[in-house]
Every structure is written in structure tokens, then in C-alpha cells.
């Protein structure tokens, strides 16, 4: 590997002295972890990757980890990608081009690139790292929290990374608190009374509960806190391993767990939401939990607030003109009841109802749009009906389709999941129409 395994030059009093009085996220790095397709997701990952679909009405689901980073007060920051990329490079390259090196911040986005001459792609999640040892060391950091590009929620990083420094502990794992059987699905931590991780159990059977509460668990949100000098040292020694995955989750977490000290820092402890609201984190990786999400946004008063000035979900924002709604006849009225209503869309003539439409979509006279998710650029034509669906970005819907008063029938052309809930795609239209 060359000079890059090399340790970083020590630095003197004075600028240990300057690092200390500087708080902890600006002596710290985010690398985000954004190159898992999201495969669940079926067709709406075809053309991009999980991280970079769309979520909100005008946001991507990357948007969050960045955003909570940014307004944590992180101004370094790396995002490794893989699958399909193209998308959320071009999104990140639009949206967050706004850090300036000259006030030493950065936003590096690290494709796997054969990097260490024989390797196309990255190994693991800890191999996205190991590969980019050198640049992580150009940043000239402390501490690097490493962050999953892939899931919904807004949390103040600089509070994980005070009890990270305050406790001594080799790596802080950031923990959803939830009901003990519904941690089947995820990491599992077991840990004493002081949040001193004792074991990592993964999609156990029978989760431990927590010290203070036996009916809780402690999941995983595939958040980490390390000292950069700690943690370079793991990724070479790792690397060289020939046995291992070269995954966090699978090979450097319980390894640390077993021989080191890992602490849990609890969601709710950090959670950025209104007084007495709940925790708000999720994980979009289903057609039916993306559905769910984005209908959820159209209540009255929604668990996760998009409205919120102090800790904006910051993204790329298109130059579009306002919403227009127009025909207000019998049959041919342009409305949306309880509805979520983005830029540069049109609703002529259309009923929107407990719906969520992205940029610039197009609606047209006699259709009806019930519980639907609309992602950019759709047209809807005249008369159809939609209901409980999900449709792609830049789909055409051609005139008197109807979706989601006939499972049975809309399963001959359109994918229906478990829950009910109709992805509609472009293909999948052309295959209607080819059998019309």
C-alpha cells in the first residue's frame, strides 16, 4: 500500500492545543456509506441506488445523513459509493457543493476505483474505509463517525460524539431503543448497567433486554464513533486479513465488543424533534415501508417535522415555478385534500387526495390520485384512478388506467407487495399497453 500506511506526522503543543479547544465535530469527519443497492426497494433501485431515491417531495434519501452531519456542525465529509451511482453523484455534485476548502471543509465523493490494484469494488463497508486511508488522513481529523447513507431521521452528532470522548471507549454504536421482539431484524445489543456493550447478537431469536427496562432492546443503526488513530489501525490490520469480510457489522464490531471497549449511545438521547414527540428514525427499504413514510408526511401534525427551520433537510433544489391547481366544475375540479403538493406541478382537473406529489408532476382532468406516492416528473392522464401506489420518476400514465381496486388484475402487470401497496414503473406501463 505504499506510503499511505504510513502514521500521520505527531503534531506539537500548539496544535494540540488548538484542537482541544475546538468542539468535537469540527475535529471530526462524517464518512457516509452509500453504495448497498437496497434490493427490497425491487424496481425503484433499477436505475439508482438506495441512497439516492427519492423521499419527502423533494429530497433524496441521503439528504438526512448529510444533512444531520451538516447541521451537527461537520464541515468533513466523504461519501463512498458503488451500485449504480451515476444518480447520486450527479445529486451530491447539485446539492452540496457549497462547502469551500479554503475554510478547510470538503465533501469527497470515493467511488470504489481499483484503488489498490486488483480490487474493482469495495470489499465491505470497513473496506470503503481501508481503501481510502490516505484521504481520510488529508482531512487532519480526530475522530471519524461512520454513517449509513440509507435511512430516515434527524440526530445531533456532536452529542454521540461527547459521550464517545467522555467515556474513553474504542467505538460508540449509535442504538434504536425498541420493543424486545421487534429487534429480530436487526444487530442486537446486550449491555450492562453503564452502556458498556457485553455482546453483539445479530437478528437474534430471544434480544436481551436493557438494564433498566427487560422489555426494551438496544438495535443497531449502523452508526459509529472512533478515534481515527484507533480505527486506522483496525482497517490495516483487517485488511490484511485474509479470512475476514472486511464488514463493520460482521468482523470489527464484535471483535471489539469481545476484546475492546464498546459503548452504546441511545437515539433517544440525541434525537432532534419537538418536545414530547417520539424518536423518529426509519428505515425506507421496502416498497411498503417507502409508501408508508411518505404518506405518513401528509398528516396533520407528522412524526418527522420537514417544517423545522432549526435542523433543515438541506438538498438540491430545482428552479420551478409555484404548484398550480386549475378547473373547479363538477367531476373537474383541480384540488388536493390532505396532500403534500411539490413545485412545478400541475393538478388540472385532478382529485389529490391523503397523497404526496414531487416536482413537477403532471395531472390531468377526471383522474383521481388516493394515497399515492408520485415521485418527479410523472404525468397522469385523463380518467385514471390510482390508488395506494408508488410510481417511478418520469413514468407516462396512460389514459383510464386504473391501479388498486383489482390486486389480482394489477398483478399481471405491476408489482404489488405484501402490504398492498402498486410500484408502477415505465416498463411495466409498456407492458399494459402491449397487452391492450
Known amino acids: 500500500m505504499g506510503d499511505r500506511t504510513a502514521a ?32 427490497r426497494l425491487r424496481e425503484l433501485t433499477d436505475r439508482r441506488v438506495k441512497p439516492a431515491v427519492y423521499f419527502g417531495g423533494k429530497t433524496r434519501i441521503i439528504d438526512f445523513a448529510l444533512s444531520n452531519a451538516m447541521n451537527s456542525g461537520i464541515r468533513k465529509m466523504a461519501v463512498a459509493t458503488q451500485y449504480k451511482a451515476h444518480s447520486l453523484i450527479r445529486h451530491v455534485q447539485r446539492g452540496w457543493n457549497f462547502f ?8 469527497d465523493i ?12 469495495y470489499r465491505g463497508t470497513a473496506d470503503a474505509v481501508t481503501q481510502n486511508i490516505d484521504i481520510v488522513d488529508s482531512y487532519d481529523v480526530d475522530y471519524i463517525i461512520v454513517l449509513a447513507g440509507d435511512h430516515i431521521y434527524k440526530m445531533d452528532y456532536e452529542v454521540m460524539l461527547r459521550q464517545h470522548v467522555e467515556s474513553g471507549a474504542d467505538v460508540t454504536i449509535g442504538c434504536l431503543t425498541v420493543p424486545r421482539m421487534e429487534a429480530t431484524a436487526f444487530g442486537v445489543m446486550a449491555t450492562d448497567a453503564s452502556g458498556r456493550i457485553t455482546d453483539f447478537l445479530e437478528k437474534p431469536a430471544d434480544p436481551p433486554g436493557t438494564p433498566d427496562d427487560p422489555d426494551v432492546a438496544l438495535a443497531s443503526m449502523g452508526i459509529y464513533v472512533f478515534s481515527w488513530k484507533y480505527l486506522r489501525e483496525l482497517l490495516l490490520k483487517d485488511g490484511a486479513n485474509d479470512a475476514s469480510s472486511h464488514d463493520f457489522g460482521n468482523d470489527l464490531i464484535p471483535d471489539i465488543v469481545r476484546g475492546g471497549n464498546a459503548m452504546a449511545h441511545r437515539f433517544d438521547d440525541s434525537c432532534v424533534r419537538d418536545e414530547g414527540a417520539p424518536a423518529y428514525w426509519k428505515d425506507v ?3 411498503d415501508a417507502f409508501w408508508q413514510a411518505n404518506i405518513d408526511l401528509t398528516d396533520f401534525a407528522p412524526d418527522l417535522d420537514l417544517w423545522d427551520r432549526q435542523w433543515p433537510i438541506w438538498t438540491y433544489s430545482e428552479s420551478v415555478p409555484p404548484a398550480k391547481f386549475i378547473h373547479d366544475e363538477r367531476d373537474r375540479r383541480g384540488m388536493a385534500i390532505s396532500s ?4 412545478g406541478c400541475i393538478i388540472s382537473g385532478t382529485e389529490v387526495r391523503n397523497s404526496l406529489l414531487f416536482t413537477n408532476v403532471h395531472t390531468n382532468s377526471y383522474a383521481v390520485l388516493d394515497h399515492a406516492v408520485v415521485l418527479p416528473r410523472v404525468v397522469v392522464s385523463r380518467s385514471a384512478r390510482l390508488r395506494k401506489v408508488v410510481i417511478d420518476s418520469g413514468v407516462t400514465i396512460p389514459e383510464g388506467l386504473v391501479v388498486g381496486e383489482d390486486p389480482t388484475e394489477d398483478a399481471k402487470f405491476f408489482r404489488v407487495s405484501e402490504k398492498g401497496t402498486t410500484l408502477i414503473t415505465q416498463p411495466m406501463v409498456d407492458k399494459w399497453l402491449a397487452a391492450r
Open 8 to 39: 500521520p506526522p505527531p503534531m506539537g503543543k500548539r496544535e494540540e492545543r488548538g484542537m482541544e479547544n475546538r468542539r468535537l465535530t469540527q475535529r471530526s469527519m462524517a464518512f457516509v456509506l452509500a453504495g448497498g443497492r437496497g434490493s
Open 110 to 121: 470515493m467511488p470504489a476505483s481499483q484503488r489498490l490494484g486488483g480490487e474493482d469494488w
Open 340 to 343: 403534500m403538493v411539490s413545485g
Open 285 to 287: 427499504g421496502t416498497v
Open 100 to 107: 469551500r476548502a479554503e475554510r478547510n471543509e470538503f465533501l
